[in-house]
């Protein structure tokens, strides 16, 4: 099984405590009623960032780092019929 290593960012502790499993959600033409019901909905089944995930949000998306990858696979699961 090939796994989602996400490039070193030196700002992103995430490697180090990890984090290595990235799910990348874009911002273009959502709303914030949309970013609201999908934050909400990954921290119902993640619980707080720091624990299971954490997030780093960039000029043109929000990535979500993960330690298992069946966690990041669920996400993507989770958030694939709002995209």
Same mark, same amino acid.
């Given at each position: 099984?090939?796994?989602?290593? @996400? ?31 999908? @934050?909400?909905?990954?921290? &119902? ?23 298992? &990858?069946?966690?990041?696979?669920? @996400?993507?699961?989770?958030?694939? &019929?709002?995209?």
């Amino acid at each position: 099984m090939q796994k989602n290593h @996400c490039k070193h960012d030196k700002r992103i502790n995430s490697l180090k405590d990890g984090f290595v499993h990235k799910v990348s959600i874009p911002w273009r033409g959502q709303k914030e009623y949309w970013w609201n019901e999908t @934050c909400a909905d990954v921290l &119902e089944v993640f619980g707080l960032p720091g624990g299971r995930f954490t997030s780093h949000p960039k000029m043109d998306q929000m990535d979500f780092y993960f330690k298992s &990858e069946k966690d990041a696979d669920l @996400c993507r699961i989770l958030i694939s &019929e709002r995209l």
